[in-house]
């Protein structure tokens, strides 16, 4: 009686984890992602985008501190923003060196946290970044390969990614979206194409400390020939994309 006693409790144990970590289901953010603060063009990209399936992959609850990196026009920064709610927070990061090249890219650092209290934005340079403490989920959409351009120093992802391992908490997750260049294409392309190979960017992100967690095909497009860059109008809007998910380990 008493070893099936101790059974169940183990039972009841390894259950109750199994419900602690348990991944967010993609409905759950149905009422986040109707929030009237998101714009019109936002809730149109969704279909594209899948905001949805991210966040739950992600594992992103209210509450969270979330690291948005490189905003572009703060699609996602919004999404975060209405995902985690009033008690979480969202870090937008626009680069200075995308702002200099691009001024509309200064329009989201200044207009996010107007509109939403619990963003805070910055347009520090590359070498200047500085994250908060404690993240939750650290994010990159469409710009890791830009770690690699030819006008920043080598060493620069090498150095991006080791701020975010400091800045995450042990369990926090990095996530990265990123455009598939062919297999063995060469960091190169990262310039040329604005894609990079995704067996480099696991090998750089395992360096500075992460595991490799998970990989998901939402945004797979089989018929992108991975040879064009992405602006290509022929291709541009229908790239083959991969999602990586990294974690810090506890």
């Known amino acids: 009686m008493r070893k099936f006693i101790a059974v169940c409790a183990a039972a009841l144990i390894a259950g109750s984890a199994a419900v602690a970590v348990a991944q967010p289901k993609a409905d759950s953010y149905a009422?986040?992602?109707?929030?009237?603060?998101?714009?019109?063009?936002?809730?149109?990209?969704?279909?594209?985008?899948?905001?949805a399936e991210i966040?739950?992959?992600?594992?992103?609850?209210?509450?969270d501190k979330v690291a948005d990196?490189?905003?572009?026009?703060?699609?996602?920064?919004?999404?975060?923003?209405?995902?985690?709610?009033?008690?979480?927070?969202?870090?937008?990061?626009?680069?200075?060196?995308?702002?200099?090249?691009?001024?509309?890219?200064?329009?989201?650092?200044?207009?996010?946290?107007a509109a939403w209290a619990n963003v805070?934005?910055?347009?520090?340079?590359?070498?200047?970044?500085?994250?908060?403490q404690g993240l939750d989920v650290v994010f990159t959409n469409q710009n890791y390969h830009d770690f690699h351009l030819q006008p920043f120093p080598a060493d620069t992802a090498a150095k991006v990614n080791a701020k975010i391992f400091q800045a995450l908490k042990p369990g926090g997750v990095y996530v990265i979206i990123d455009h598939h260049a062919k297999?063995?294409?060469g960091l190169g392309v990262a310039h040329t194409l604005h894609r990079i190979d995704v067996e480099d960017v696991k090998r750089?992100?395992?360096?500075?400390?992460?595991?490799?967690?998970?990989?998901?095909?939402?945004?797979?497009?089989?018929?992108?020939?991975?040879?064009?860059?992405?602006?290509?109008?022929s291709i541009r809007g229908k790239t083959d994309q991969f999602i990586l998910k990294f974690r810090k380990p506890k």
Do not use: H, N
Request: charge should be negative; aromatic fraction near 10%.
């Open 55 to 63: 966040l739950a992959f992600a594992g992103v609850k209210p509450g």
């Open 204 to 233: 750089e992100v395992t360096q500075a400390g992460f595991v490799f967690e998970a990989e998901s095909d939402l945004l797979r497009a089989p018929a992108d020939p991975r040879d064009k860059s992405v602006f290509d109008e």
């Open 120 to 132: 805070r934005a910055s347009d520090a340079a590359f070498a200047d970044l500085t994250l908060p």
């Open 31 to 51: 009422a986040a992602l109707a929030d009237a603060k998101r714009p019109a063009g936002d809730k149109e990209r969704d279909a594209r985008s899948r905001p």
């Open 69 to 113: 990196l490189m905003i572009g026009g703060g699609y996602y920064s919004r999404v975060f923003a209405a995902a985690v709610g009033p008690t979480g927070s969202v870090y937008a990061w626009q680069p200075a060196e995308f702002v200099r090249f691009m001024a509309d890219y200064a329009k989201p650092v200044k207009e996010l946290p």
């Open 183 to 185: 297999p063995g294409a």
